[in-house]
């Protein structure tokens, strides 16, 4: 996708998913999953086909990750961030530009006015 730097693409995003055990599942079988999942033979196995680890002791061992994540951005560390996205904010913002309901630059002017009061409600 295009950057808003004119001639670079934009960056990549350096993120990924939360991991947790639902009220309701096999606390051992789902325990068990999320470590298999997040092993350090399982980030190497990501890291072979071009994605960046997400485990400490691999930094520094894939040249391609690093240049990428100089690259990157990540979802902010807001307490209320879930709410955000929850909220499907930014999902509105974008419905709105692609239909044409708003322009970029009121789609993003009223996200950005729905983003502050989310993430300052107590």
């Known amino acids: 996708m295009p ?3 004119a001639g670079k693409p934009m960056p990549g995003f350096l993120g990924g998913a939360d991991l947790a055990v639902p ?3 096999n606390k051992q079988m789902a325990t068990d999953w999320i470590a298999a999942f997040t092993s350090t033979s399982a980030e ?3 890291q072979a086909v071009g994605n960046i680890p997400n485990a400490t002791s691999l930094l520094n061992t894939s040249k391609i990750g690093e240049k990428a994540a ?3 951005w990540f979802v902010p560390a807001a307490k209320n ?5 929850n909220g499907n904010i930014l999902r509105t913002m974008l419905a709105q530009i692609l239909t ?3 322009s970029v630059k009121q789609a993003a002017a009223t996200a950005s006015d729905n983003i502050t009061y989310t993430l300052n409600a107590s």
């Open 3 to 5: 950057s808003h730097v």
């Open 81 to 85: 961030w879930v709410n955000v996205e």
């Open 23 to 25: 009220a309701g599942a």
């Open 44 to 46: 190497k196995a990501l």
């Open 100 to 102: 044409g309901k708003l």
């Open 70 to 72: 100089l690259r990157s």
